[in-house]
């Protein structure tokens, strides 16, 4: 028998992996699209007439107005704005009002004041720093689909091959017409449209999968425990399948009640040191 505080003992704090953090790629590329335009703006820098030297910029290299919406990060193309003397919504691809608006624009934001000001010396690097910036947003997605990743890792090194014996997001109704398996008791007689993370299939069994990493707390951990409880329960009354779940992270010490409540009748919920002391390989033997 395994010891539920001795194993929720070893849940991480984070699996975070180096390229979490910000994804620099994908932040060159996208100043790179703008870099001959920032180049032309730099012109701008520590300009005595600033409005003048932008309308004669703007008259000759129109598309330099693209860069703008990035100098506020600012994603798209359109930004509206709106103040005692009206509201407008901007576009800086295809010009929508005269340049005279534009220069309000740039004045009422702080740009000018920024770029004539010396506050920025050039305007290809203060991107780079706001591309990092916007794309620290990122994050959120990218940590949503750590755990999936690092699960998938250690199916691929217990010898599952993908789309051969492992599959990703497969729903239940696939499965069924897949292996020809009645289901019907975990999708409540074909009304719910479940859908696993992976599933793997070996001689015997089927193994339908579900992967989440919790770092907070929160009424979800709590509510997640219950369902995956009852779909584990479910499982068990079908021969050759077994319901999977691979879950941590500290945020289930907060939620830890209700995760005692699922680890006492499911044989098959792991934690990443299960994954890491080879419990994938024992799934090849049935």
């Not at 798209?76 to 576009?91: K, P, S, T």
């Not at 000018?112 to 720093?129: C, K, S």
């Amino acid at each position: 028998m395994r010891n539920f505080d001795e194993w929720l003992s070893k849940f991480r704090a984070s699996i975070s992996s180096y390229d979490y953090y910000i994804d620099f790629d994908k932040v060159v590329k996208n100043v790179d699209e703008i870099k001959v335009g920032l180049n032309i703006l730099n012109s701008l820098i520590g300009s005595k007439n600033i409005e003048e030297d932008f309308e004669r910029i703007v008259v000759k290299y129109p598309e330099t107005l693209q860069c703008v919406p990035l100098l506020l990060a600012v994603r798209g193309y359109e930004i509206y704005a709106q103040d005692e003397a009206g509201a407008f919504l901007y576009n800086f691809k295809k010009m929508n009002y005269g340049i005279e608006q534009y220069k309000v624009f740039m004045r009422k934001t702080g740009l000018f004041d920024m770029i004539a000001n010396h506050l920025v010396n050039n305007l290809v690097d203060y991107a780079l720093g706001v591309e990092t910036g916007l794309d620290s947003n990122g994050r959120k997605n990218r940590g949503g689909h750590q755990m999936e990743d690092l699960v998938e890792k250690y199916i691929m090194a217990a010898g599952f091959k993908k789309n051969v014996n492992y599959f990703k997001e497969m729903y239940l109704k696939d499965i069924e017409a897949k292996w020809n398996i009645d289901l019907s008791a975990l999708s409540n007689q074909g009304k719910a449209a479940k859908r696993f993370d992976f599933v793997i299939k070996t001689d015997k069994m089927i193994y339908a999968i579900e992967t989440n990493f919790y770092g907070g707390g929160g009424s979800k951990l709590n509510e997640t425990a219950r369902s995956y409880k009852m779909l584990s329960q479910e499982a068990d009354t079908i021969d050759g399948f077994t319901f999977v779940w691979f879950t941590d992270g500290i945020g289930w010490k907060s939620a830890r009640g209700n995760l005692r409540e699922t680890f006492e009748v499911m044989d098959a919920i792991y934690s990443i040191d299960d994954m890491e002391n080879g419990i994938i390989q024992k799934f090849t033997k049935y």
